[in-house]
T-cell receptor
Framework: KAGVTQTPRYLIKTRGQQVTLSCSPI?????VSWYQQTPGQGLQFLFE???????NKGNFPGRFSGRQFSNSRSEMNVSTLELGDSALYLC??????????????FGPGTRLLVL | KQEVTQIPAALSVPEGENLVLNCSFT??????LQWFRQDPGKGLTSLLL?????REQTSGRLNASLDKSSGRSTLYIAASQPGDSATYLC????????????FGKGTMLLVSP
């Protein structure tokens, strides 16, 4: 089975622009979670989607949004980029996301640099 | 809300040493705890998942233990190798009933030949 894929892998944007990142989960997985990783804050949960609905949301401003399509692929969007949005954005998938015995499988991440 | 802390933040050992990485969590009503490995600039690789009903899990040279009463987990690496050099993260469910995770900030391990 193919793993979690994320595109693009690297991205450079300038302040004020917007960006869209894409995540394709493992085939059959319906839960997709997004995380932001920075040197200062570590890994922080952004949001989780299941069956095209946002099920959980972390403590991030409204500039961060996402969606999930019927094939479970997910996108996240960041509008009005700030320098502090520079980070590694990781996507993780799991079968249903509500089973404590499930592990999450992570993609390689998209590294975003905001200048 | 679950919070996870890892110590030490960094560790440097010579090849062949046995070592222990520590993880503590605030909510003892934990359902599981996971250990991940992250190589520089890469995503996360799941190493071990310990259910609350288990006390430990083993995979090769890795052994992870879970003590809910004390709010601690340890990852034991036997006979360390240079290829073990990476950042090790522990994580626990952020919300009850979901596999969404909250992470510690990790321990950066360097194993010297």
């Amino acid at each position: 089975k193919a793993g979690v894929t994320q595109t693009p892998r690297y991205l450079i944007k300038t302040r004020g622009q917007q960006v869209t990142l894409s995540c394709s989960p493992i085939s059959g997985h319906r839960s997709v979670s997004w995380y932001q990783q920075t040197p200062g804050q570590g890994l922080q949960f952004l949001f989780e989607y299941f069956s095209e609905t946002q099920r959980n949301k972390g403590n991030f401003p409204g500039r961060f949004s996402g969606r999930q399509f019927s094939n479970s692929r997910s996108e996240m969007n960041v509008s009005t980029l700030e320098l502090g949005d520079s980070a590694l954005y990781l996507c993780a998938s799991s079968l249903v996301g509500s089973d404590y015995q499930e592990t999450q499988y992570f993609g390689p991440g998209t590294r975003l640099l905001v200048l | 809300k679950q919070e996870v802390t890892q110590i030490p933040a960094a560790l440097s050992v010579p090849e062949g040493e046995n070592l222990v990485l520590n993880c503590s969590f605030t909510d003892s009503a934990i359902y599981n705890l996971q250990w991940f490995r992250q190589d520089p600039g890469k995503g996360l690789t799941s190493l071990l998942l310990i259910q609350s009903s288990q006390r430990e899990q083993t995979s090769g040279r890795l052994n992870a233990s879970l003590d809910k009463s004390s709010g601690r987990s340890t990852l034991y690496i036997a006979a360390s190798q240079p290829g073990d050099s990476a950042t090790y993260l522990c994580a626990a469910p952020l919300y009850s009933g979901y596999s969404t995770l909250t992470f510690g900030k990790g321990t950066m391990l360097l194993v010297s030949p």
